[in-house]
Structures are given as structure tokens and as C-alpha cells.
């Protein structure tokens, strides 16, 4: 009963912050007043009922009270600045258990346990740590969670970040626990420089914002300059409010908007674009006065070197092909051919060896960055279409087939082990159909969805991972949208319609 | 090592240190030159300047170069390459730095790693 009042404030600060967030400033104003007359409600009745209790004479009764109501509050700061910089997963999983009313205690106290693992690594940590988390079934987000963090643990941060990420496809949401995670990938996105990602994840309010999540997502606004970015004294509030100050004040007052963009001098560039030529301006790949054959063995030699980037690979490309199909060039070749008495096809014969071996070196580097296939015609660029396409399905095929057998194996693999499989199948799929564009998501979906659906199921019928099979049915009625598969959006429609059993509040 | 590395890096011409305008008894006379100076170890003529920065030139690569420049059509390839690549140099190819974290250190100082 009294973790009423403590999640109504909670959800309220909630929504004022996500308001925020989004720049509805009005919808923050009246969230902002609406929590701080619950609070100033449920903090005056409280106080009322301890009054009464002492002036009754129930003193003892009177501190019992104030002991439960200042546990939600005084609890995870205890937390933060205690148990989890000591690394006392078992006290901080206890403690986090109690502080945390509502339906699921437990899931808040196994996060904040892998959290200390997080903060001190140990195997032993680790092990009790997954071992609370393997008893509880079904899958949830906090278990998802917290194997991110435990993954984090061992220094495997990619893995912690698409893990933390992924638990927002699941249909069970523990706020708590999701402000854990929104706070680790701030942190992260901030120590790596990934100002757009943390800017992006805070105007879409994907996570609950903690005071440091929400300091940090001002800075990272500030830096992008975002249009709903805080002032500089706003700043400075949220700053004020978040923990670790000492650690933050630099980001505060290196936090300065970006330089507006100096109006450009018009050059050949821009004449060559108003002439329709397309200017390569990236790197060393500029347009130059060289012919078209040194020009491309440039642009390979700098994209091979340099940084490698969809542009790049597409200036690259089609310099290649404007090469190859040149007058110029097939004449020279014609020309040397003769002279040095070479056989009869030699110059069509040397023209399909260039092509296959840069092709071949191209789809290497575009393979190993995960770079889509560029939109140019001619030898080169057919062939890298082809190669990239190719590949990708073939590889994605294999993937989901594997998977599919995952049903058919007498071990029986645990709920995060299944769940960890088709992140990392998703992530393939949605890297190679963003490569392929959607000719290759046509060729790609119906595979994917033969063995998704069949896997989404045996994992609620016989495993009652039900959280988990709703989320692969979303992923891949989502998908289905997209193609336009009429008898997958119906089926997914009719999955994605069944009631999920949660331990969300 | 790939077949476009292959094509710039071992190029025949660039391993005989000649222009693909060279004749046939230039690249002779220099194949031998190359293998006695690499059989009396001299330091001058164990690298070799390509695009791509010095390679190590071995007898086996000389011995390989010649033979390829002596069949027209593997001719004709190579000085496709050689005669349209960037010039040859012999200071090694800078390659692009990886993307260092802009805030070193972060997750420690803010309480969520070790």
C-alpha cells in the first residue's frame, strides 16, 4: 500500500522530465507542479501520521514509519555512493530489493548487484550475479540489463551497448531498471564522444532520465545544438543536481554550441555540381585534372587508407567505372597491346582482371566497415553490388538457419543465451539490408521470418519466454511493414495481439 | 596479401626500380645488377619505393619481375598499373588514426566501471 504514493511520484517526476526532454515546456510545467503538489501531499500526510503516532505515545511505531518511508529514498544513494564503488553486489541487491516497492523488487536489486560487479570486477561476483538472474524466468529487461553491465564487467563494452540497447524492444518495463541502463549508455556515448547518439536518445525520451542522464543529455544537446538545448544557467542547474560534480564540471564548461556554418566562397566544386558533374570532394578523392584511370587508382589508394565511408566507397566506385568504360584507357591498352605483341582478347582479358581485382579488394574493405553497395554501373560497380549482395544473404541465410536447428538440440540454452542469438541475427540482418537497400530486404525477410516465427513460438509454447517471443513477433511484424508481406503482417499481427504476462508495475 | 596489393606493391616495375617505358634488355641488364647486389648483402638494394610506401625486395621478387615482364600480356598489366598509380616513394604511407575517445576515463570517474 505504500508504494503507492512513492511510484506515483516517481512516474510524475518521470513524465516532467521526458516533457522536457521532447520540448513540450508546457506539459514539464504542469508535470513539474503536479509532482511537486503530490510530493508536498504525500510528505504532509506522512508527517501527520508520524505526529499522531508520537503524540499517542507510539514513538517506536512513529520511527518504524519513518525508517519504511525513507528507504525508497535514502536507499539508492546508499547505492550509488557506498556499496557500489566497494563492489558489494550481495548488500546492494538486498538493499535495492528493499528500496524499491511495487510488484518487482527483485529486478532493481539484480541490476544495481551487476552494477557493483560492474563498478568491481570478480568472478565471483559474477557468478551470483547470473545465478539470480538465471532463476528468474521469463526473461525480462532487467535480466537483459543486467548481463549488459556483467558484460561491461569483463571490459566488452559493444556487447554491454547493444544489450543495454536491445531491452527496449522487450514489452516488460521496470523504470527503474531502465534508468539504470539509459544512465550507463549516457555515460558511455559521453566517454566516447557520441554527442548525436546521446542527443538522439534524449529527444526521443527512450530512457528514464536519472540527474546525471539528464545533466549529460543537456551537454550533449549543447554540443550538437540541438534546437530544445538548455541554457548555459540551466545547464548549470542540472549540473548542480547530478552526482560526481567534480567529474562533470569540465563537460559543463566545455559544453559550448558548434560554430555557425561561414557562408562558403563559391569554387569549382560548386560550378562542376551546377554543371552536373559529380564533385568527389571527400578526401583525396577531389576532382582533379588527372585522367580518369590515375584518378581512380587515387581514390582507391586514399579510400584504402583513409577514412572509409559510404561516400568514399561510392567517389571510389564510380571512378573506377568512368575508368574502365574510358575511351581513352581501352584505346592506350589497344595501343600497348599491339606493341608489345601481345595475344589476341589481351586488352578486354586485362580490362576483367583489373575489374575482378578491384572489385574483389573493394568488397573486402566495404565488407570488413559494413558499407552498402554503391549505386554505379559498370564493371566495377556491378560486380560489388553483386559480391556485397551476395555475400550478405548467404551469411544472413546460414544465421537464421542455425538458429532455427537452436530448437531441435537436446541442451536446452538459457533465456539470455536465446535472447543474446537474436540480437546479434538482427543486428546482421539490419546492417546488410541498410546495405542492400530494400531489393535485398525482399530477399532477405522471408527466411528470416520463416525461422523468427517458428522460433517466436516454440520459445512461448514451450519455453514461456513470453516477453521475449513478443519481441522477435514485433521485430518481425515491423519488418513485414516494410516488404509489404501481406500474410506476415496479418499472422504478426494476430501474435503481437496476445497478452504478454509482465512484472512490470 | 590481396591481389590489388599485389598489383601495386609487387609490381614488376616498381621491384626493378624502372619505368614501364624501360626495354627489354633494360630489364634484364637491372635483373642481374639487383640479384648481385642483393648476393653481396647491399643495404641500398633491399627496398624498393612503391605508392604505397618501401617494400622488402628479395632475389625471389626480382627473379619473379623479370619473368612476368618477359610475357607480354603480364606486361601489358603491370605497366597498366605502374605507369597510372601516384608515384612511388619511399616514405611509408600514413594510414588513418583511429578515433580516440574524447573523454578518456569517464565511466571510471563517473561510478560505472572499475
Known amino acids: 500500500m505504500y508504494a503507492i504514493p512513492i ?35 504525500v510528505l504532509t500526510v506522512a508527517a501527520l501520521f508520524v505526529y499522531v503516532l508520537c503524540y499517542a505515545g507510539l514513538w517506536f511505531l512513529a520511527l518504524a514509519v519513518i525508517a519504511v518511508l525513507a528507504v525508497p529514498l535514502a536507499g539508492p544513494l546508499a547505492i550509488r555512493h557506498v556499496l ?18 511495487g510488484r518487482d523488487p ?44 556483467l558484460a561491461a564487467a569483463r571490459g566488452d563494452a559493444m556487447t554491454a551497448r547493444s544489450l543495454a540497447r ?14 539504470l541502463a539509459g544512465e550507463w549508455l549516457a555515460v558511455d556515448a559521453a566517454e566516447r564522444g557520441a554527442w548525436s547518439e546521446l542527443a538522439d536518445d534524449a529527444s526521443a525520451a527512450r530512457w528514464p532520465a536519472s540527474p546525471l542522464t539528464f545533466f549529460l543529455e543537456g551537454v550533449a544537446a549543447r554540443r550538437v545544438g540541438a534546437p530544445n538545448a538548455p541554457s548555459e544557467r540551466e545547464l548549470w542547474a542540472r549540473w548542480l543536481v547530478a552526482p560526481k560534480r567534480a567529474a562533470t564540471r569540465e563537460l559543463r564548461d566545455t559544453a559550448t554550441p558548434p560554430p555557425a556554418p561561414a557562408p562558403r566562397v563559391r569554387d569549382a566544386d560548386d560550378e562542376a555540381a551546377d554543371d552536373g558533374v559529380d564533385a568527389e570532394a ?9 585522367a580518369p584511370l590515375p584518378r581512380a587508382i587515387a581514390a582507391h589508394l586514399a579510400f584504402g587508407t583513409g577514412v572509409r565511408t559510404e561516400e568514399t566507397l561510392r567517389a571510389t566506385v564510380r571512378a573506377w567505372d568512368a575508368a574502365l568504360t574510358d575511351g581513352a584507357t581501352h584505346a592506350w591498352l589497344a595501343r600497348r597491346a599491339i606493341e608489345l605483341e601481345a595475344p589476341l582478347g589481351a586488352v578486354d582479358r586485362a580490362l576483367r582482371e583489373v575489374s575482378a581485382v578491384v572489385s574483389d579488394e573493394l568488397g573486402r574493405l566495404a565488407d570488413a566497415e559494413e558499407l552498402g553497395a ?21 551469411a544472413l541465410e546460414a544465421g537464421f538457419t542455425r538458429w532455427a536447428a537452436r530448437r531441435h538440440d537436446a541442451e536446452i540454452r538459457s533465456a539470455i543465451d536465446e535472447w543474446r542469438e537474436f540480437i546479434a541475427l538482427r543486428d546482421a540482418y539490419t546492417a546488410a539490408v541498410t546495405a542492400g537497400g530494400l531489393e535485398l530486404r525482399r530477399l ?42 501481406s500474410e506476415a503482417i496479418e499472422l504478426g499481427t494476430r501474435n503481437c495481439r496476445l497478452a504478454v504476462p509482465t512484472r512490470s508495475d | 596479401m590481396s591481389a590489388f596489393g599485389s598489383a601495386l606493391d609487387e609490381n614488376p616495375f616498381y621491384v626493378l626500380g624502372l619505368s ?74 600514413p594510414t588513418a588514426a583511429p578515433a580516440e575517445a574524447t573523454q578518456p576515463g569517464l565511466r571510471r570517474r563517473l561510478g560505472w566501471s572499475p
Open chain 1, 7 to 41: 511510484l506515483l511520484l516517481s512516474r510524475l517526476h518521470h513524465y516532467a522530465l521526458d516533457a522536457r526532454r521532447k520540448n513540450r515546456t508546457t506539459r514539464y510545467f504542469l508535470w513539474s507542479a503536479v509532482a511537486a503538489l503530490s510530493a508536498t501531499i
Open chain 1, 84 to 101: 557500489v564503488p566497494r563492489g558489494a553486489f550481495r548488500l546492494a541487491y538486498y538493499l535495492g530489493w528493499a528500496s524499491r516497492p
Open chain 1, 106 to 149: 527483485t529486478a532493481y536489486g539484480l541490476v544495481v548487484a551487476a552494477w557493483a560487479v560492474a563498478v568491481r570486477p570478480s568472478g565471483r561476483g559474477e557468478a551470483w550475479v547470473a545465478s539470480q538472474r538465471d532463476r528468474r524466468i521469463p526473461l525480462g529487461d532487467a535480466e537483459v540489463i543486467a548481463t549488459a553491465l
Open chain 1, 166 to 179: 536491445s531491452s527496449l524492444l522487450l514489452v516488460e518495463n521496470h523504470p527503474s531498471v531502465r534508468e
Open chain 1, 282 to 290: 571527400t578526401g583525396a578523392v577531389a576532382l582533379d585534372e588527372r
Open chain 1, 374 to 394: 554503391p549505386a554505379s554501373h559498370g564493371p566495377v560497380g556491378d560486380s560489388l553490388g553483386r559480391r556485397l549482395r551476395h555475400g550478405r544473404l548467404d
Open chain 1, 444 to 485: 532477405a525477410f522471408p527466411h528470416a521470418y520463416a525461422t523468427g516465427t517458428a522460433m517466436a513460438a516454440w520459445l512461448w509454447n514451450a519455453r514461456d519466454e513470453y516477453a521475449l517471443a513478443h519481441a522477435i513477433f514485433r521485430w518481425l511484424l515491423d519488418e513485414a511493414l516494410v516488404v509489404g508481406d
Open chain 2, 20 to 93: 614501364p617505358d624501360a626495354s627489354r634488355i633494360e630489364l634484364e641488364r637491372e635483373a642481374q645488377k639487383l640479384l648481385g647486389m642483393l648476393e653481396l648483402g647491399f643495404a641500398g638494394a633491399t627496398t624498393y619505393a612503391t605508392p604505397l610506401g618501401p617494400r622488402t625486395r628479395t632475389p625471389e621478387l626480382v627473379r619473379a619481375a623479370v619473368a612476368a615482364l618477359r610475357d607480354p600480356y603480364r606486361r601489358l598489366v603491370a605497366e597498366l598499373w605502374a605507369r597510372h598509380a601516384p608515384p612511388a616513394t619511399l616514405e611509408s604511407t
